[in-house]
């Protein structure tokens, strides 16, 4: 049953007496609960938030509603690393209430300061006709975690030409001055991304609208992140209102990037090659990237998109984060590769190795199953038209990933993978590769597969749901043969 407008917008300390203790014994009971990956404590969790590092840990922040699987009231609910893969529950950063978040602690960023870690948020606010009052506001965390929201909004109202969408402030130092970008929605409906400056990050210059090659591409743009990249403008952004077109675009929402020449701070031109989707799979949306302390250039997203039921919402909770990832320009596109700290995680350091070749066939391997897991496998393509994976399978379950030679197209079906998602989501996802040799590798959880081909070149994030009992890893090779070399590291 879905929850009414007064339902949806209570603060956690407005909780019907036992209802968290409900949700807390429906959620021990669900059996896609993650192994490894971040996940909300009670309720929804969306978009990544304050991604950074500061005082010896990544600090990473999420969108949470914990009263229900619906987008309610916003919290950002704080988690920290030393490693990036062990991840520690801190509790509420950012509590909604005051006269600027009074319906929401919305998206943003964070930037560290006077040693200080400051948190730039957009506060979703209602006016009494339900029309939407966005604010960008400021709080501060000290060592201690202890946040103070700044009293007043640093950014207090929405220039001329844009709508109330207007959101999601991504923050970042440039020479002695603060830059920020926002997503916004102009008054003709369609997206795009503004910028700002400000020297102490209280006070902030409208500077105008980034000048892309994309004047109506979407009617909203969330979750702008710009970066430089091996000497190359990297805007990251999640447009929505994107038409699918074959093979690209099949998601309810969208997540990519224009590559280009850096940004120019003071024109705002950015000239940029086309917009390139950054994940394949039917899960990633509102992906927010930090500059880690050696200089890698790191990317976590929201695996999970707005506006679809998911299985587990009967269980009193809704989506998980990404692994995080490795960001890197290869020729004319952006590189996605697993953290090297994911190794950590193996629990049998050597891992289990098998090599078979196979015509036309599909065999299993003594010992490789599992729910929780990582597995590279290297496809050497020697004549069979359709080559790959089955996993999670059992005589009525299985996710497949298969190149198919014949089109040269990687395929990753779920159709059979476990309890049904809503039409809406689809069941197939596929792009264009060429190659004689297809190298995977797959992490793969309670409840989701993050699949990197070809060492990053295309990634598919996915959410399934299996039966527990679904534990089986197949190969197969049809019309020909194929030659398979595996490694599996227990999670």
Same mark, same amino acid.
């Given at each position: 049953?879905?929850?009414? $407008?007064?339902?949806?917008? $209570?603060?956690?300390?407005?909780?019907?007496?036992?209802?968290?203790? +409900?949700?807390?014994?429906?959620?021990?009971?669900?059996?896609?609960?993650?192994?490894?990956?971040?996940?909300?404590?009670?309720?929804?969790?969306?978009?990544?938030?304050?991604?950074?590092?500061?005082?010896?840990?990544? #600090?990473?922040?999420?969108?949470?509603?914990?009263?229900?699987? !619906?987008?309610?009231?916003?919290?950002?609910?704080?988690?920290?690393?030393?490693?990036?893969?062990?991840? @520690?529950?801190?509790?509420?950063?950012? @509590?909604?209430?005051?006269?600027?978040?009074?319906?929401?602690?919305?998206?943003?960023?964070?930037?560290? +300061?006077?040693?200080?870690?400051?948190?730039?948020?957009?506060?979703?606010?209602?006016?009494?006709?339900?029309? $939407?009052?966005?604010?960008?506001?400021?709080?501060?965390?000290?060592?201690?975690?202890?946040?103070?929201?700044? @009293?007043?909004?640093?950014?207090?109202?929405?220039?001329?030409g844009y709508t109330e969408h207007f959101r999601d402030p991504k923050v970042w130092l440039h020479g002695d001055a603060y830059y920020c970008v926002i997503g916004a929605q102009r008054t003709n409906e369609t997206g795009c991304t503004v910028l700002y400056r400000s020297a102490d990050l209280k006070h902030w210059q409208f500077l105008g609208e980034i000048i892309t090659a994309l004047p109506s591409f979407g009617y909203m743009w969330e979750c702008p992140d710009y970066m430089e990249l091996d000497g190359l403008g990297v805007l990251i952004f999640s447009p929505q209102g994107i038409q699918a077109a074959g093979d690209q675009f099949q998601n309810i929402y969208q997540s990519g990037y224009l590559l280009g020449e850096p940004l120019n701070l003071e024109t705002r031109a950015f000239n940029h090659i086309p917009f390139q989707e950054l994940d394949r799979g039917f899960d990633f949306y509102a992906p927010q990237t930090m500059h880690s302390p050696d200089g890698r250039r790191i990317?976590?997203?929201?695996?999970?998109?707005?506006?679809?039921?998911?299985?587990?919402?009967?269980?009193?909770?809704? #989506?998980?984060?990404?692994?995080? $990832? !490795?960001?890197?320009?290869?020729?004319?596109?952006?590189?996605?590769?697993?953290?090297? @700290?994911?190794?950590?995680?193996?629990?049998?350091k050597q891992g289990i190795e098998a090599k078979l070749t196979l015509n036309d066939e599909c065999k299993t391997v003594v010992n490789f199953h599992g729910i929780t897991y990582e597995l590279e496998c290297e496809i050497n393509l020697k004549g069979a038209e359709h080559a790959g994976i089955e996993f999670r399978a059992s005589a009525t379950e299985k996710t497949v990933i298969q190149y198919d030679c014949l089109q040269h197209k990687l395929k990753l079906d779920r159709s059979q993978s476990g309890a049904a998602l809503s039409e809406a989501n689809g069941t197939i996802r596929q792009c264009a590769l060429e190659a004689d040799v297809i190298k995977l590798r797959m992490f793969v959880d309670s409840s989701s597969v993050e699949l990197f081909v070809n060492d990053g070149q295309e990634v598919f994030t996915s959410r399934i749901f299996p039966s527990r009992d679904s534990i089986a890893i197949r190969f197969f090779a049809y019309g020909g043969s194929a030659d398979f070399t595996a490694m599996k590291w227990n999670y």
């Open positions: 049953m879905k929850m009414t $407008r007064a339902q949806l917008y $209570r603060r956690i300390d407005q909780a019907e007496p036992g209802e968290l203790a +409900k949700l807390e014994k429906q959620i021990a009971a669900c059996p896609w609960r993650q192994g490894y990956h971040i996940q909300p404590v009670t309720g929804l969790l969306n978009d990544p938030n304050g991604f950074s590092y500061y005082e010896g840990y990544y #600090h990473l922040f999420y969108q949470w509603f914990p009263l229900g699987t !619906e987008h309610g009231m916003k919290y950002w609910y704080h988690t920290r690393s030393r490693n990036l893969v062990h991840w @520690e529950n801190i509790g509420i950063a950012i @509590e909604p209430g005051s006269p600027y978040d009074s319906h929401g602690a919305y998206s943003g960023s964070a930037v560290e +300061k006077d040693g200080r870690l400051n948190l730039i948020y957009t506060g979703n606010t209602r006016d009494e006709n339900w029309i $939407r009052h966005p604010y960008q506001c400021l709080a501060v965390m000290d060592e201690q975690h202890v946040v103070t929201k700044y @009293e007043q909004p640093v950014i207090p109202e929405v220039p001329p990317l976590v997203a929201w695996m999970g998109l707005p506006d679809l039921v998911y299985p587990t919402d009967d269980s009193g909770w809704a #989506h998980c984060l990404t692994i995080p $990832r !490795e960001l890197s320009v290869q020729g004319n596109k952006l590189i996605q590769r697993p953290v090297a @700290e994911m190794e950590q995680l193996r629990r049998d």
